[in-house]
């Protein structure tokens, strides 16, 4: 049996039916080894254009031609289209080949053999079809047994590593698990020869340079996709990669790969659930702290046993928010993976859990002291954005950016409050400008707004202060409430005004004045700024604004 799925040409002139016609190999007789993946017999000229490659072709001769011409020509195209080797039983046509045909055999590599006794093509076809089919299903054997072994692996309490180098040992070549980008994730070698070598030192050199995978795999190698079970960027989870490095790769070690493969996805699902249960469980122990269902007495217990051991220093609690249209749709198992793995790098103890229902990331950081709350927010907020960005939950759009406000460092008994302050206020502070991180203490206004959101009261207010300066913009250019929001912005500064809006003097003089008309006030009065101020600001919550 060919270990890629056939039979060699010298293995199908050994089988019965072919060995009864007496077979002559005349030419090609150092290619016997070629694989034989089917049978085919035939009569026509132009049979080469109804083969595929890798067919032992059987014929009596008659659409050979009389001419040597026609003769070479035949040949020549069975060589062309790859066949394993040409069958030429004796009889009425020839009683020997013709030299002609035996030469050009001989030119082009073609294996070409002459039967001296007449034989049923249906049999020698027939037989040499079973030995095919038993090889694959051998084939299909041996890949099972490494499914079997991987499997056992797994229940015996293995994973990924077990099941890779299961792989390695059958394929006598390195193996690697890497993410759909490229990325190395785990990598094994077999136990003995060429591929024992070290498999990173195989990765580096011919996989690992991000010039080497775009040039596509190297010669021999085999790419099996691990699939994820989703669709676009998720339809793959990962890929194994087995690289020629020992003896060649055959299609048997494909097989074995494939079947691994989906092992692996099983693995990867599982503890992808298992990362994201573990991540919103996180999430519920902060939410109970928050809405005061665990008491500052336990909670320093719960938080150790879940890995978060701050020391004695202040908590500081900080929330990050994603726009409503990306929170349903989150891989929150990788987004929690890619944040803490950015929040690595931070160099502060981090307790981080993942809210989907409502869209949010709280978490708590051990500071040494207060003094470095700015530093260590500034480095979170970076790291928090940039592990949604890994995630694939970074939005386009102005307004689909994650909201990221960080609360007030205290002791246990403050961090309940401050992980509410911080979750709400990361809701108020939707449709703010963006900011790397908006400061809890700075927005009370906002969040008082914000719960007040569903009071009738709150759109009368709006409508009252600055309804005619709202339906003004509706109808007619240039709208005037950016003017209003850019001079109270500047505490009623025109110079720093008119710089910002990039307007002379004047032309700002009459924007301010036609907006003094329309609501029929004093911009200079500051109960009117006041109220001007909050209308604003309130116009982002209320109903219908």
Same mark, same amino acid.
């Given at each position: 049996?060919?270990?890629?799925?056939?039979?060699?040409?010298?293995?199908?002139?050994?089988?019965?039916?072919?060995?009864?016609?007496?077979?002559?190999?005349?030419?090609?007789?150092?290619?016997?080894?070629?694989?034989?993946?089917?049978?085919?017999?035939?009569?026509?000229?132009?049979? !080469?254009?109804?083969?595929?490659?890798?067919?032992?072709?059987?014929?009596?001769? #008659?659409?050979?031609?009389?001419?040597?011409?026609?003769?070479?020509?035949?040949?020549?195209?069975? =060589?062309?289209?790859?066949?394993?080797?040409?069958?030429?039983?004796? @009889?009425?046509?020839?009683?020997?080949?013709?030299?002609?045909?035996?030469?050009?055999?001989?030119?082009?590599?073609?294996?070409?053999?002459?039967?001296?006794?007449?034989?049923?093509?249906?049999?020698?076809?027939?037989?040499? /079809?079973?030995?095919?089919?038993?090889?694959?299903?051998?084939?299909?054997?041996? !890949?099972?047994?490494?499914?079997?072994?991987?499997?056992?692996?797994?229940?015996?309490?293995?994973?990924?590593?077990?099941?890779?180098?299961?792989?390695?040992?059958?394929? =006598?070549?390195?193996?690697?698990?890497?993410?759909?980008?490229?990325?190395?994730?785990?990598?094994?070698?077999?136990?003995?020869? *060429?591929?024992?070598?070290?498999?990173?030192?195989?990765?580096?050199?011919?996989?690992?340079?991000?010039?080497?995978?775009?040039?596509?795999?190297?010669?021999?190698?085999?790419?099996?996709?691990?699939?994820?079970?989703?669709?676009?960027?998720?339809?793959?989870?990962?890929?194994?990669?087995?690289?020629?490095?020992?003896?060649?790769?055959?299609?048997?070690?494909?097989?074995?790969?494939?079947? =691994?493969?989906?092992?692996?996805?099983?693995?990867?699902?599982? %503890?992808?659930?298992?990362?994201?249960?573990?991540?919103?469980?996180?999430?519920?122990?902060?939410?109970?702290? !928050?809405? @005061?269902?665990?008491?500052?007495?336990?909670?320093?217990?719960?938080?150790?046993?879940?890995?978060?051991?701050?020391?004695?220093?202040?908590?500081?609690?900080?929330?990050?928010? #994603?726009?409503?249209?990306?929170?349903?749709?989150?891989?929150?198992?990788?987004?929690?993976? !890619?944040?803490?793995?950015?929040?690595?790098?931070?160099?502060?103890?981090?307790?981080?859990?993942?809210?989907?229902?409502?869209?949010?990331?709280?978490?708590?950081?051990?500071?040494?002291?207060?003094?470095?709350?700015?530093?260590?927010?500034?480095?979170?907020?970076?790291?928090?954005?940039?592990?949604?960005?890994?995630?694939?939950?970074?939005?386009?759009?102005?307004?689909?950016?994650?909201?990221?406000?960080?609360?007030?460092?205290?002791?246990?008994?403050?961090?309940?409050?401050?992980?509410?302050?911080?979750?709400?206020?990361?809701?108020?502070?939707?449709?703010?400008?963006?900011?790397?991180?908006?400061?809890?203490?700075? #927005?009370?206004?906002?969040?008082?707004?914000?719960?007040?959101?569903?009071?009738?009261?709150?759109?009368?207010?709006?409508?009252?202060?600055?309804?005619?300066?709202?339906?003004?913009?509706?109808?007619?250019?240039?709208?005037?409430?950016?003017?209003?929001?850019?001079?109270?912005?500047?505490?009623?500064?025109?110079? *720093?005004?008119?710089?910002?809006? /990039?307007?002379?003097?004047?032309?700002?003089?009459?924007?301010?004045?036609?907006?003094?008309?329309?609501?029929?006030?004093?911009?200079?009065?500051?109960?009117?700024?006041?109220?001007?101020?909050?209308?604003?600001? %309130?116009?982002?919550?209320?109903?219908?604004?």
């Amino acid at each position: 049996m060919d270990t890629q799925g056939g039979i060699t040409v010298q293995r199908a002139l050994e089988l019965p039916g072919l060995r009864g016609g007496l077979p002559e190999v005349v030419a090609g007789a150092d290619r016997l080894q070629r694989t034989v993946r089917w049978v085919h017999a035939g009569e026509v000229p132009n049979i !080469a254009s109804l083969l595929k490659g890798g067919e032992l072709l059987l014929t009596t001769g #008659l659409g050979l031609g009389t001419r040597p011409a026609e003769q070479r020509a035949f040949v020549r195209r069975l =060589a062309d289209r790859g066949i394993a080797a040409l069958v030429v039983e004796l @009889g009425p046509r020839f009683a020997r080949l013709p030299a002609t045909l035996v030469e050009t055999a001989r030119a082009a590599g073609l294996p070409l053999v002459q039967l001296h006794r007449e034989v049923p093509f249906v049999t020698v076809t027939e037989e040499i /079809h079973t030995e095919i089919v038993n090889g694959h299903y051998a084939l299909l054997q041996r !890949a099972e047994e490494v499914h079997r072994r991987c499997t056992g692996a797994l229940l015996g309490g293995g994973g990924v590593p077990q099941v890779l180098g299961i792989l390695a040992d059958f394929t =006598a070549n390195p193996v690697f698990l890497e993410t759909p980008d490229g990325q190395l994730l785990y990598a094994a070698a077999c136990d003995s020869g *060429e591929a024992a070598a070290d498999p990173l030192q195989v990765w580096e050199g011919l996989r690992g340079q991000r010039e080497a995978r775009a040039s596509g795999p190297p010669t021999g190698a085999v790419l099996v996709d691990v699939p994820g079970g989703g669709h676009g960027v998720g339809s793959v989870r990962a890929r194994l990669a087995l690289l020629a490095v020992g003896p060649p790769l055959l299609p048997v070690h494909r097989m074995a790969a494939e079947r =691994a493969a989906g092992i692996l996805a099983v693995v990867l699902m599982q %503890a992808r659930q298992e990362e994201e249960l573990a991540a919103r469980g996180r999430g519920d122990f902060l939410t109970d702290l !928050a809405e @005061g269902r665990i008491t500052a007495e336990d909670a320093p217990g719960q938080a150790k046993v879940l890995g978060f051991k701050p020391g004695d220093g202040p908590l500081l609690p900080a929330v990050m928010r #994603l726009a409503s249209e990306l929170a349903p749709t989150g891989n929150w198992a990788v987004l929690a993976r !890619a944040v803490l793995e950015e929040l690595s790098s931070v160099g502060v103890p981090v307790l981080l859990g993942v809210r989907p229902v409502e869209g949010r990331v709280p978490l708590l950081l051990g500071l040494r002291s207060e003094t470095e709350r700015t530093a260590v927010a500034d480095r979170v907020a970076a790291a928090l954005r940039a592990g949604v960005e890994r995630a694939g939950l970074m939005g386009a759009r102005a307004g689909t950016q994650p909201v990221v406000v960080v609360g007030v460092a205290g002791g246990w008994a403050a961090a309940g409050a401050g992980l509410r302050h911080a979750a709400e206020t990361a809701a108020a502070a939707q449709g703010l400008p963006e900011r790397p991180w908006y400061d809890a203490r700075r #927005l009370d206004i906002d969040l008082l707004l914000w719960r007040l959101r569903e009071h009738p009261d709150l759109a009368a207010f709006v409508e009252r202060a600055i309804g005619p300066l709202q339906a003004h913009d509706r109808a007619s250019r240039p709208s005037l409430l950016p003017t209003l929001e850019t001079y109270l912005a500047h505490a009623g500064r025109k110079a *720093e005004t008119a710089r910002e809006l /990039h307007l002379n003097r004047q032309t700002l003089y009459n924007r301010l004045a036609r907006i003094a008309d329309l609501l029929g006030t004093d911009l200079d009065d500051p109960q009117t700024v006041l109220a001007l101020s909050l209308a604003l600001r %309130a116009r982002r919550h209320a109903p219908g604004q």
